[in-house]
């Protein structure tokens, strides 16, 4: 017998119902790639997609994923799917889940969703995603009725790599693929949880369909939708709730359906996940750290040497109580492991509500730095005197790290900020000097105690 040879058949329309979730952790079988950059099948997205998880519905399978850190400016990259004859379904729709979020910048890949019309063979957009989409997936629900598609059609990705701005850290990842019958009861879409703190979480949605009710169940992280879980009924006709009675510091999972009518209800959309506390932050390499932060120069101060590398790029050290008055300052040493190519940002929530805000960074290393480091931070006047929380982040090749967040090069460390009464004499503080002659300057400063009386002491510049 003459040697044997392998070839493939080719590929037969496919009839719906149909659905790709990705299970291969290769290009799935009729399924086309084309342009700069190939696609990969994992659940290893990167960076801001570190997170994700698989969009499936009892996990077990991938996703198909272009890594941001490939997809260059302009870069285009697409991926086809088979055809498939959607002519049996009434109305046909196309429904899929996508991931796009950035951790170090607003550049977005740009992502294009077309259906192929064999009649006209033409590409039709049915959408154009050019904007971030948070921190969890999105499902989109696309009726293809409009569009007079009756016999086979494909889907084709296209992702453009930003024009402008940094869009290395925008992983673009795609999930459960289908083409189906269009829901009589859509799901809600872009469910996003807002104002977390330790016992409660406003959540809202954008309703998929006329649905005036929803139903809404949360539990904790991984509870079964079906048979767990604490569930609110949404009557008002206004999509969102308040939910609470949380327990602090546990991670939550919620999900919405719509109550379209007696026995007409959507699947559950979700979940959402949220931390009923501050929010996390993940470092993933082991190698860059935080190995040393301590205080000077207040009341009572920090000490955390050689601490090393926390679990998932996490120390939670709010054991540990830095203790300042209002208008005082706090001296700090930092000091990195691996490399001096980091940048430091500090947080302290003086508000406490849950939320480490721009207005609340009380130290910005503004590019990257070498350490062992020292600077301080004051304690703004007025603030109240009692306990806050303070975060100290330090990302490799990152110049302005985030509070929040999963990364890979990085770590935070959370600490306690105590505000307590100044000293019965303490050191004025906020020292100006203005309206300078040839032979007079006027100084000013701010009183910290009761005092009425100062001294003064001048002389040429490094005098004792």
């Known amino acids: 017998l003459a040697g044997s040879q392998s070839f493939t058949t080719e590929c037969d329309v496919i009839s719906t119902p149909w659905l790709e979730d990705f299970t291969a ?16 099948y994992s659940l290893n997205g990167d960076y801001a997609a570190d997170s994700a998880g698989d969009y499936t519905p009892g996990g077990g399978t991938n996703y198909a994923w272009l890594d941001g850190s490939d997809n260059g400016s302009g870069e285009v990259s697409t991926l086809i799917s088979p055809l498939i004859d959607v002519s049996g379904l009434t109305t046909p729709a196309l429904v899929f889940a996508l991931f796009s979020h950035n951790t170090d910048d607003g550049a977005v890949n740009v992502v294009d969703v077309e259906v192929y019309d064999a009649t006209s063979l033409d590409w039709i957009n049915v959408l154009n ?32 790599g930003s024009a402008t701005g940094s869009a290395y850290y925008n992983d673009i990842l795609i999930d459960d693929v289908s083409f189906m019958e269009l829901p009589t009861c859509p799901k809600p879409i872009n469910l996003v949880t807002e104002n977390a703190t330790a016992t409660t979480v406003d959540i809202s949605w954008v309703p998929n369909g006329s649905e005036a009710e929803w139903e809404i169940i949360y539990g904790p992280a991984g509870f079964d939708p079906e048979t767990e879980g604490t569930t609110i009924e949404d009557t008002d006709g206004t999509p969102g709730e308040t939910i609470t009675g949380l327990t602090a510091d546990t991670a939550y999972d919620i999900y919405v359906k719509a109550v379209c009518g007696s026995g ?192 003064i002491i001048y002389g040429p510049v490094g005098f004792d």
Do not use: H
């Open 264 to 455: 007409d209800e959507s699947l559950w959309a979700g979940p959402v996940s949220f931390f009923s506390g501050y929010c996390e932050f993940a470092g993933t390499d082991s190698q860059y750290y935080i190995d040393d932060f301590s205080t000077s120069g207040a009341q009572t101060n920090i000490d955390n040497t050689g601490s090393g590398y926390s679990a998932n790029g996490y120390d939670n050290a709010t054991d540990m109580v830095v203790s300042q008055y209002a208008g005082g300052t706090i001296d700090f040493n930092i000091n990195n492991a691996g490399t001096s190519t980091y940048g430091i940002n500090i947080w302290v929530d003086w508000n406490n509500n849950f939320e480490f805000e721009e207005a609340e960074k009380v130290y910005s290393s503004g590019g990257y730095v070498s350490t062992p480091l020292d600077a301080s931070f004051e304690i703004p006047a007025g603030v109240a005197n009692g306990d806050y929380r303070m975060r100290v982040v330090s990302l490799y090749i990152g110049s302005n790290p985030e509070p929040c967040g999963s990364t890979t090069y990085g770590e935070a460390e959370d600490y306690t900020v105590t505000v307590v009464d100044p000293p019965a004499c303490a050191m004025p503080v906020d020292l100006v000097v203005n309206n300078i002659t040839s032979a007079t300057a006027e100084i000013s400063w701010t009183p910290i105690s009761d005092e009425t009386e100062w001294e």
């Open 129 to 160: 995603v050019n904007t971030l989409l948070g921190d969890s997936w999105q499902e989109y629900t696309i009726n293809l009725s409009s569009y007079n598609i009756t016999g086979p059609t494909q889907v084709r990705f296209t992702v453009t």
């Open 25 to 40: 952790d290769s290009t799935p079988n009729c399924w086309t790639e084309s342009g700069d950059n190939a696609w990969d």
